[in-house]
Each structure stands twice: as C-alpha cells, then as structure tokens.
C-alpha cells in the first residue's frame, strides 16, 4: 500500500475522487503532463454500480496520448471497443510518449444516476495540468 500512495521516484500518481456524478452522454476529461516515458503510464477508473444483476450504469474509459493515438478501458490488444461489463477499468501504456495525455471517463449508459466515480493515473512525473 505504501508504495502506491508513494511511489519511487520517477513515477507519480494522481487520485481523483469525482462526486459530480455523470449523466448518459456526458464527459469529465483530466489533462496530465507525462515527463518520463520509461514509466507505464496506468490509467484506473472504478465506481460503485447501481444493484442489479447485471452493470446497471456504464462508464468508459479513454486515454489520448500528444500524439494522436489513443487507448481504451480493459481493451489490452488495441484500440477496440468499450467494455459495457464492467465498473473497474484499465488502460496500460508500456511506454507512453511525454507531454499532453488527455484522460476521459464518458458516460455511455447512466439510467440510474448521475453516476460517481474514483479515477487513479500513475506515470513518470505525472501531474494534473
């Protein structure tokens, strides 16, 4: 647990706590600085679903890297489809270019909302710009 809240130098990470639930449709974006790609860029979100037999509200996660190219939640082979299964998904970038990664939490199906969620992106220096 230590080492997650306070990774070795140089990885960083970054928790963020969203209580402004999402409505179907709607976005939250966070921009984060990558300073050094010899570290995975690792990209969490997690929430609590509504009960049900199955997931009841969906969220997706996406990950936008400076160069255009782009990553999705628990599609770990290329960039795919979401995952509508669901409520913990993963983006991994072994080796994530530096600069400007944009990180999107959308929301594809929210009947039972707004929908919160918990958002953890760790990387080499990475900050919340």
């Known amino acids: 647990m230590q080492r997650c809240l306070n990774p070795e130098s140089p990885t ?4 963020l706590d969203e ?5 179907t449709g709607e976005k939250r974006e966070f ?5 050094d790609a ?4 690792r990209a969490t979100l997690v929430y609590s679903d509504f009960p049900g037999e199955d997931l009841v ?3 997706n996660l996406f990950a936008y890297g400076p160069q ?5 939640g628990n599609d770990f082979t290329g960039p795919g489809s979401p995952d509508p299964d669901n409520n913990v998904e993963g983006i991994v970038v072994e080796n994530p270019n530096t600069g400007k990664w944009s990180i999107r939490v959308v929301a594809g ?3 039972e909302g707004p929908q919160d969620f918990a958002l953890v992106v760790s990387a080499g ?5």
């Open 19 to 23: 209580d402004d639930g999402l409505w």
């Open 31 to 35: 921009d984060v600085e990558v300073v």
């Open 38 to 41: 010899s570290v995975p860029l």
């Open 109 to 111: 199906n929210i009947p």
């Open 68 to 72: 255009g190219n782009y990553f999705v």
């Open 125 to 129: 220096g990475v900050t919340l710009v």
């Open 12 to 15: 960083s990470v970054l928790f």
């Open 57 to 59: 509200n969906n969220l």
